[in-house]
């Protein structure tokens, strides 16, 4: 962390306009500039950077002169000292005067962050002597400890907003909280983009409410949009004020060249592995980020298989073992692996060390995160980063070129998040209720001064209300088994005490699919080497093989939920599936490429990508601004379309959900669809005839709403929801082991609801939730207006070079129609002639009747 | 005819797509596991607020049932009421319905493990029937034959040439049938699960529910973990 701060005499020009005024914040609210009291950072602490031989930074400085102020988001590049520049504040004011119990809260999206921030604050803390202690609090720290912080708590405790949920559950949090005074939340950026972020920034509000002169600080990567950011950050109405720091010197950023060009289509970028590992040789320590899981493990056993000199490569990705992966950051931290083989488990700002060179293998999808990505290479402030972009497949070729068009204009994309989900909601009320009782009014005043919630509606909130308390049914309430109960003196609370563990146990936005463990089969339980989905796991039979952790291993069975492996594997892997986050290409960037391919050629294109561009040109044709493209060609014994609509993957998703539908209606058996930022893949049993009358915007509009109701989207729209606001309990792996029949599928219940009480208050969020994430339905408007009927259908007879990418994509959304039942019964008939059975008939066998 | 009609221990009789079982030629209708009054036990155990609405959709679906076949005997094979409590805490409305269906035909309860006692609605409570050929009770035995029995709620996961597809199923040898479960709100357990594999002979069939009763030979293999989803 402190490597963030200068050495002497490398002092950048300081932009005049270092501070600005949030604009959105109190928006309803005259905007004012509030003078505060400079406040100084102690000579004991400066004196202590002189000896480390540095300085400290100017938005370092401003953010002590600033520690009066109400909310300050701070936006400063990767390595610019960010969190130090977060901490001075708490450093200087510690140092001057001595404070009884919790001074600092510091909440970071990664467990590992928290740990990380704690070694490197408690060495100046410790080698000035400030009197403060430092401790970290997350899902890996004992209960022992965890109960000792509630009773005494540190100065500065780091936490995550899990953690942070769960304190605030409890009846003591008055006490634990009692002397807080600032609140900092690192990597603000990534939590405002998700629900986490609407979890953290309510538990805030319970924090200010404990402590009304609490101050908050958000420190951020570069960002399209930071008063949004602020917004959020701000206790609503409060000003917000924003500090940017220098940004530093623009990037050295380029396409790796390579001297075989990429394939066609996959993900796995095999082709360059020899000009990669050339990088790591020329560099002293390279990140290697891929979009997924899968990616990233299939490159790794690439490169391992390629890596003639050993050099010492690691592989880190959330579905690997922890042990594992703490092993490789440790070995990174001590500088002793050339490279590291990663996915977004790294792209949040640990220090790992002297990185000079970050490489993106696949497009990277979204401008501003690459930039962010390119900060991870040279924590040295004034020093460029430097990056390379290494495209999958050749239409991954355009999106780098584009791409890399967006990150020399300054051009960060963003799509605004819209009102905070009431799922999140209804969790935060059970939350209250279980630290103790509440006043109904009081706590909807605290709702609307958390930005996301600020516009919430007294009918919303008491609908959260009810459905915590009753489960908010219209034809049958739950009287006498209501969860939360209103006492005669009016205030709110558990019905049943004990209820509040099964509450606790249930805190948290983050929707894990089902997930078994696997480990090397041995007498005594082999070494865990991560994780895979269940679904996967069910798709294997003994003898197949899949890639983890880098190896290759064999399935051999299954043992108390336990994926057992051996090393016996001589097969070419089947690749495991990972629920990795998946990056939707951003709007910018599509509209870049849909003008890219208006050239009449592609001078700035390596001629391999210019030449698929002219094939699919001859073959087929290249999509348009004003047109709407269409193919049409079989593939893989099913008949596919393929509609390039570039309105971006929500709305490409949705366009799926309306066109297959339409489909199933008239009888062509549609069995699934897969959608991309650029392209909707839809594959069925039957061809497409006409496709022009399926764009009729009327008639999808007119089947939106009967879509809404019925299709697996809104199903897994509806279980996350359902989860996060308590309706269904999450699976502990306990809960599983004691068999199947005990549980049955959260379909069910949204199929029930859908039937008797289609307008509950979960129907309602889940319909919010995919109109906001997955229905993007303005876009399909926009689409139809700006192509206007104008559409070519072209049947090339086989698959076409634009389209070969779409059959690698995950993500595809199964159909179930009469596609299921024609091949269940095809299935069927051949399932019986290879059973040897002709006749549906069991022998009679006679016995004697008791 | 979207049913699967067969010959079991020398009993014609027919697997329904809703997961009910026809003997024709006694007029019969036998139904497993309805866990009537689901929602309202897990509430009263202090757990969440499910949809309240199971109750009434089972018993719409055995209305539907017994309207189609005019069935003059009924037996619920065990598991009836999530339970006993769930009986006494029926809603009016549902104790109606019930005696509605109950109207002018022979009811059986068999005892289940979820509901071991008599239920204070019309009927005979029995532990198991044996009825010509046949022996209805909930719970498989070993050993036993012309078995029909309920209490694992099976389903089939059945790899197509396109998709892995999950089904409730009907699972049979020439020994014993085991009736899915057809309650509203039940899960089930996979017939490669096994338990299930270990209680049938080699030559068993599955016969899955949904639009069309299909036979199949049944999917065995207790290597593979089930591929479900979960929830509630």
Same mark, same amino acid.
């Given at each position: ?850 | ?99 509605? =269906?109950? *109207? ?9 493990? %979820? +509901? /071991?006692?008599?239920? !204070? $609605?019309? #009927? ?54 085991? =009736?899915? *479960? ?9 017939? %490669? +699960? /096994?338990?299930?594999? !270990? $209680?049938? #002979? ?31």
């Amino acid at each position: 962390m402190f490597q963030g701060a200068l050495p002497p005499g490398s002092f950048g020009a300081v932009p005049q306009s270092i501070f600005e005024q949030a604009k959105r914040s109190g928006a309803d609210l005259p905007l004012r500039r509030v003078i505060y009291g400079l406040m100084e950072i102690p000579a004991v602490i400066t004196q202590w950077f002189e000896t480390q031989g540095w300085q400290v930074h100017p938005h370092q400085q401003a953010m002590v002169a600033r520690a009066d102020a109400p909310a300050v988001l701070l936006i400063a590049p990767t390595g610019g000292g960010k969190t130090m520049a977060g901490f001075l504040p708490t450093l200087s004011d510690l140092a001057e005067t001595p404070h009884q119990g919790l001074h600092t809260l510091y909440v970071s999206p990664l467990k590992a962050l928290a740990a990380d921030i704690k070694r490197n604050l408690r060495r100046p803390v410790e080698e000035i002597g400030l009197p403060i202690r430092i401790e970290d609090r997350t899902g890996d720290t004992s209960a022992t400890r965890k109960r000792r912080q509630r009773a005494d708590p540190p100065h500065i405790l780091l936490t995550t907003p899990e953690s942070l949920a769960l304190l605030t559950s409890y009846e003591d949090a008055p006490r634990m909280f009692a002397g807080l005074k600032r609140v900092i939340v690192d990597e603000i950026h990534a939590l405002s983009e998700s629900k986490r972020g609407d979890q953290l920034f309510l538990a805030l509000s319970r924090l200010q409410e404990l402590r009304p002169d609490l101050r908050r600080v958000g420190l951020s990567a570069t960002v399209d949009d930071p008063a949004a950011i602020a917004h959020l950050l701000a206790r609503h109405p409060d000003p917000c004020e924003i500090l940017t720091a220098d940004p530093g010197p623009a990037p050295d950023i380029s396409m790796l060249e390579t001297e075989e060009a990429p394939p066609w289509s996959g993900g796995g970028a095999k082709y360059a592995v020899p000009a990669v590992l050339e990088q790591v040789k020329q560099h002293k320590t390279t990140l290697i980020f891929h979009n997924t899981r899968a990616q990233a493990e299939i490159f790794f056993h690439n490169l391992w298989l390629a890596n003639e000199d050993a050099l010492p490569i690691g592989i880190h990705h959330g579905s690997l073992d922890r042990v594992q992966r703490e092993r490789v950051e440790r070995a990174m931290v001590r500088g002793d692996l050339r490279a590291i083989v990663c996915t977004g488990s790294l792209d949040l700002g640990i220090d790992w060390g002297d990185v000079d060179l970050v490489i993106q293998i696949g497009a990277p999808k979204n401008v501003k995160r690459l930039v962010q990505r390119i900060g991870r290479a040279n924590h040295r402030y004034n020093a460029p980063s430097k990056a390379l972009l290494v495209p999958a497949n050749r239409f991954e070729v355009v999106e780098c070129v584009a791409a890399l068009d967006a990150v020399r204009a300054g051009d960060l994309d963003g799509e605004p998040r819209g009102r905070g989900p009431r799922d999140v909601l209804c969790q935060h009320i059970l939350i209250t209720a279980a630290a103790g009782p509440f006043d109904a009014d009081q706590l909807y005043a605290r709702f609307r001064t958390v930005g996301a919630y600020s516009d919430l509606t007294r009918a919303e909130y008491d609908a959260c209300l009810d459905f915590c308390a009753t489960g908010g049914y219209a034809l049958r309430a739950y009287d006498k088994w209501q969860r939360l109960l209103q006492r005669a003196d009016g205030l709110w609370q558990l019905r049943d005490p004990r209820s509040a563990r099964h509450i606790r146990m249930n805190i948290g936005t983050i929707q894990d699919t089902d997930t078994l463990k696997v480990r090397l089969k041995r007498a005594r339980g082999g070494k865990p080497l991560g994780e895979i989905e269940e679904g996967f796991a069910a798709s294997l039979s003994q003898g197949d093989t899949f890639l983890i952790g880098g190896e290759i291993v064999r399935y051999e069975g299954l043992n108390q939920m336990t994926v057992e492996v051996t090393r016996r594997a001589d097969k070419k892997p089947k690749i495991a599936t990972f629920m990795g986050t998946k990056f939707a290409t951003s709007t910018q960037l599509s509209d870049r490429i849909l003008r890219m391919f208006q050239q009449p050629s592609w001078p700035e294109l390596p001629p391999h990508t210019a030449d698929w561009l002219a094939l699919q040109r001859d073959l087929s044709r290249l999509p348009e601004p004003g047109r709407l493209l269409v193919e049409s060609f079989p593939h893989d014994g099913r008949e596919n379309t393929v509609v390039y609509g570039f309105a971006g993957r929500n709305a490409m998703q949705t366009l799926g959900l309306l066109l297959s539908k339409r489909l199933e209606e008239e009888g062509l058996a549609p069995l699934g669809f897969v959608a991309t930022d650029y392209a909707t893949l839809i594959w069925g049993l039957d061809q497409v005839p006409d496709p022009a009358p399926l764009f009729d915007i009327d008639a999808l509009r007119a089947g939106l709403d009967m879509w809404l109701a019925g299709n697996a989207v809104m199903k897994r729209t509806f279980r996350a929801s359902a989860t996060i606001a308590g309706l269904i309990e999450r699976n502990t792996p306990s809960a599983r082991k004691t068999g199947r029949q005990a549980t049955f599928s959260s379909d069910i219940l949204y199929d029930t609801l859908l039937k008797y009480d289609p307008d509950h208050l979960m129907m309602q969020i889940t319909r919010e939730e995919a109109m906001r994430g997955l229905v993007d339905f303005g876009r399909i408007e926009e689409m139809a207006a700006r192509t206007a009927g104008r559409i070519d259908h072209v049947r090339p007879g086989r698959i076409t070079p634009l389209a070969a990418p779409l059959f690698l994509e995950p993500g595809r959304v199964p159909i179930k129609g009469l596609a299921e039942e024609r091949l269940l019964a095809e299935e069927a008939e051949k399932l019986l002639a290879d059973a040897g059975i002709t006749e549906q008939i069991v022998k009679p066998v006679w016995r004697v009747p008791y | 005819m979207n049913s699967h009609s067969f010959t079991f221990s020398g009993a014609a009789l027919t697997a329904l797509p809703s997961g009910a079982l026809w003997w024709a030629q006694r007029g019969l209708l036998c139904v497993s596991d309805l866990h009537l009054g689901k929602s309202e036990r897990i509430a009263r155990r202090g757990g969440t607020h499910l949809p309240p609405y199971e109750t009434q959709d089972t018993l719409d679906r055995l209305a539907a049932d017994l309207d189609a076949t005019s069935a003059k005997t009924v037996i619920c094979l065990g598991d009836s009421f999530d339970d006993l409590g769930a009986a006494e805490a029926l809603p009016e409305s549902a104790r109606l319905q019930i005696t509605r =269906l109950q *109207a002018g035909r022979r009811w059986y309860w068999i005892e289940g493990n %979820h +509901d /071991p006692g008599p239920v !204070a $609605l019309g #009927g005979a409570h029995l532990a198991e029937l044996p009825l010509g050929p046949l022996l209805f009770r909930h719970i498989a035995e070993p050993g036993s034959q012309g078995e029909i029995s309920g209490h694992y709620h099976p389903k089939v996961h059945l790899r197509t040439r396109a998709k892995t597809v999950t089904r409730p199923a009907f699972l049979m040898d020439r020994d014993r049938l085991i =009736l899915p *479960a057809y309650g509203t709100y039940t899960g089930g357990l996979a017939s %490669h +699960d /096994p338990v299930l594999d !270990a $209680l049938f #002979g080699p030559d068993a069939l599955a016969i899955l529910t949904g639009r069309q009763a299909l036979a199949v030979a049944m999917p065995r293999g207790s290597s593979r973990p089930a591929a479900s989803k979960s929830g509630a």
